[in-house]
């Protein structure tokens, strides 16, 4: 019963950026991929970027080229940084294993705004 924590929502302004971070109860950074998804108003929920045990890293044509996954086995945190250029980035942002999300089981996720 691993618990993942979401944090560094908010409000943005179009064109910024913001950092998200995501954090583990159990160490299993180094056991499975992890991923930050998002569900915007009104839209499915999305896989925004992932990155797996050995670094590898995919990010969603949405967000390519100005989105950036990390994972810090140390502080065990999963990083995302994103630069917030449009409105539809807006929605919450929930970070999972590829196991948990696969069985559809999420964590209350944090609330990206971004305005103009």
């Known amino acids: 019963q691993v618990q993942l924590v979401e944090s560094g929502g908010g409000l943005v302004q179009a064109g910024g950026s913001l950092r998200l971070s995501c954090t583990a109860s159990?160490?299993?950074?180094?056991?499975?991929?992890i991923g930050w998804y998002r569900q915007a108003p009104g839209k499915q929920r999305e896989l925004v970027a992932s990155i797996s045990v050995g670094g590898h890293t995919t990010y969603a044509e949405s967000v390519e080229g100005r989105c950036t996954i990390a994972r810090d086995t140390a502080g065990e945190t999963v990083v995302l940084h994103l630069n917030s250029r449009k409105l539809e980035d807006t929605g919450v942002y929930y970070c999972?294993?590829?196991?948990?999300?696969?069985?559809?089981?999420w964590g209350q996720g944090t609330q990206v705004t971004v305005s103009s």
């Open positions: 159990l160490r299993i950074f180094s056991i499975d991929v």
């Open positions: 999972n294993t590829n196991q948990r999300a696969t069985l559809n089981d």
